[in-house]
């Protein structure tokens, strides 16, 4: 997949999935909030052009399974014709829903170790340019627990030393636990990890490697001749279907390059509406002073009894979600930037487990913040090195025996992601953040939270991981 098709595929969203929401008759406030965000890593070397396997050019040699979930029951539809609530017939429904996601959850501890990697991975993918930035720490481990499964030797042990784990079976059990934390499909919330490994078809490969991939990281693999329609075809379709056919239209430009071996993708697609949403009566008109200047933007408004939070050089706020994750907002004080605050450890502290914060109140909070819609596709391969990942693209040095005999290298790497908020909820993920006092208590019974200058923001997990993290500098 070449640059400039990832890049499309990512940002030709901005009405469509709104429109092809209404053709599936999603509900309103999910197309609102529907939310894309991949990354494709791509590795290879050219071998010539091989003999035709599998209906239409293409193989499926593994087909991932998602566990299957009760739907979550509408409400609506469990009120009487007198206005009455349907208890006894929603409780058993409910109480299905409920053991299904119960079902889901790993152990306690299963996210242990992953305290260094995420904010790791954040300050590398946030860094190295200007202006309006997102990533998604989630997604790159996910591609990373799967290079480490093609990979062998100290190959190997560079990517289990980044993801903070001893061996390739810690990282096997941690990583699908952390996909079962982060899954839940049940028509209220969608978040789905999704993985996909694709060989070109003059490529040899080691069985239960793919097997591995497929029982571990839910990973569906494909084979078929790299640069052809049937192969560039399945994998449009790959990718429709794991976004709910929201990107139907962005990923007819998806293709591969001839000259691929070997490719490794790896989705998320994270939908969900705030706990409380705003009013659209109260958005109003205000100026953000970003770094290019003093634009107009639409203002989401709130006031009411919440949580505000402070530390050394920024406030911050967390808007609840109904996945069960937060969406914080990191207000950096004057004087002090978003990569100020993006080099310490506070905001990551906080973001993982504001239970055990210590400078937090409940007081009366004027939530106001900026509608927004930011993007950035950059190339890996410079925050991986800054991360310690290095051998896998020399070809001298990079050993992909687990895989294959042949000689192969990382050769590519690229990842995009999209972020946006609006009254409902957050659009492939979002993060946003209050103006505030710093690390200075605030008063004792209200605070104006007014996010109009350059700020962070985080999106985490009911669990604390790292979904997404972004920089916003302008409002476009």
Same mark, same amino acid.
């Given at each position: 997949m070449k640059k400039e098709d990832l890049f499309d595929a990512v940002t030709n969203l901005p009405d469509k999935y709104v429109k092809e929401a209404k053709k599936r008759k999603i509900p309103r406030w999910t197309a609102a909030v529907a939310a894309i965000l991949t990354a494709v890593i791509l590795l290879g070397i050219f071998f010539g052009p091989g003999v035709d396997l599998g209906r239409g050019g293409v193989q499926v040699l593994a087909a991932a399974e998602y566990p299957q979930m009760t739907a979550y029951p509408n409400e609506q539809k469990y009120?009487?014709?007198?206005?009455?609530?349907?208890?006894?017939?929603?409780?058993?429904?409910?109480?299905?829903?409920?053991?299904? +996601?119960?079902?889901?959850?790993?152990?306690?501890?299963?996210?242990?170790? $992953?305290?260094?990697?995420?904010?790791?991975?954040?300050?590398?993918?946030?860094?190295?340019?200007?202006?309006?930035?997102?990533?998604?720490?989630?997604?790159?481990?996910?591609? =990373?627990?799967? +290079? !480490?499964?093609?990979?062998?030797?100290?190959?190997?042990?560079?990517?289990? !030393?980044?993801?903070?784990?001893?061996?390739?079976?810690? $990282?096997?059990?941690?990583?699908?636990?952390?996909?079962?934390s982060v899954y839940r499909q049940d028509g209220a919330v969608n978040s789905v990890l999704a993985n996909s490994l694709w060989l070109d078809q003059g490529e040899s490969f080691r069985q239960e490697t793919v097997d591995r991939l497929a029982e571990n990281d839910y990973?569906?693999?494909?084979?078929?001749?790299?640069?052809?329609?049937?192969?560039?075809? !399945?994998?449009?379709?790959?990718?429709?279907?794991?976004?709910?056919? =929201?990107?139907?239209?962005?990923?007819?430009?998806?293709?591969?390059?001839?000259?691929?071996?070997?490719?490794?993708?790896?989705?998320?697609?994270?939908?969900?509406?705030?706990?409380?949403?705003?009013?659209?009566?109260?958005?109003?008109?205000? @100026?953000?002073?970003?770094?290019?200047?003093?634009?107009?933007a639409d203002f989401?408004?709130?006031?009411?009894?919440? @949580?505000?939070?402070?530390?050394?050089?920024?406030?911050?706020?967390?808007?609840?979600?109904?996945?069960?994750?937060?969406?914080?907002?990191?207000?950096?004080?004057?004087?002090?930037?978003?990569?100020d605050l993006l080099a310490g450890e506070d905001v990551f502290t906080l973001a993982s487990d504001s239970s055990q914060w210590e400078n937090q109140t409940r007081l009366i909070v004027h939530v106001s913040i900026p509608k927004f819609d930011i993007f950035q596709q950059q190339t890996l391969t410079?925050? +991986?090195?800054?991360?310690?990942?290095?051998?896998?693209?020399?070809?001298?040095?990079?050993?992909?025996?687990?895989?294959?005999?042949?000689?192969?290298? $990382?050769?590519?790497?690229?990842?995009?992601?999209?972020?946006?908020?609006?009254?409902?909820?957050? @659009?492939? !993920?979002a993060y946003t953040l209050m103006d505030a006092a710093g690390a200075a208590r605030p008063p004792e019974e209200e605070v104006d939270f007014r996010l109009d200058r350059p700020f962070l923001t985080m999106v985490t997990s009911q669990d604390g991981l790292l979904l997404f993290a972004g920089i916003v500098c302008d409002i476009e």
């Open positions: 009120i009487k014709w007198n206005g009455e609530f349907d208890d006894e017939a929603f409780q058993p429904v409910y109480d299905r829903w409920r053991e299904d +996601l119960n079902a889901l959850r790993p152990e306690e501890d299963f996210a242990d170790g $992953l305290e260094t990697y995420f904010p790791t991975a954040a300050r590398a993918l946030l860094s190295g340019s200007q202006g309006n930035r997102v990533c998604s720490p989630l997604n790159v481990y996910m591609a =990373l627990a799967m +290079l !480490a499964e093609i990979t062998d030797g100290d190959t190997r042990q560079e990517i289990l !030393a980044v993801l903070g784990s001893d061996d390739l079976e810690d $990282l096997r059990t941690q990583a699908k636990a952390v996909w079962r990973a569906s693999v494909y084979r078929g001749e790299m640069g052809s329609e049937e192969l560039d075809k !399945a994998l449009r379709d790959w990718l429709d279907e794991q976004t709910g056919g =929201l990107l139907k239209n962005a990923a007819k430009s998806a293709r591969f390059s001839p000259d691929t071996v070997l490719a490794l993708a790896s989705t998320v697609y994270f939908q969900s509406k705030w706990t409380e949403e705003f009013s659209k009566s109260n958005t109003r008109e205000g @100026t953000f002073h970003g770094l290019s200047g003093d634009t107009s989401l408004r709130s006031d009411g009894a919440d @949580t505000y939070y402070w530390g050394d050089g920024f406030a911050a706020y967390g808007k609840r979600l109904e996945s069960g994750g937060t969406m914080w907002f990191f207000l950096p004080d004057e004087g002090v930037t978003p990569e410079d925050a +991986l090195e800054t991360m310690g990942i290095s051998k896998v693209f020399d070809l001298g040095q990079a050993d992909f025996s687990p895989i294959s005999d042949n000689d192969l290298y $990382l050769s590519q790497t690229d990842h995009a992601a999209r972020l946006a908020i609006d009254e409902e909820g957050v @659009t492939a !993920a």
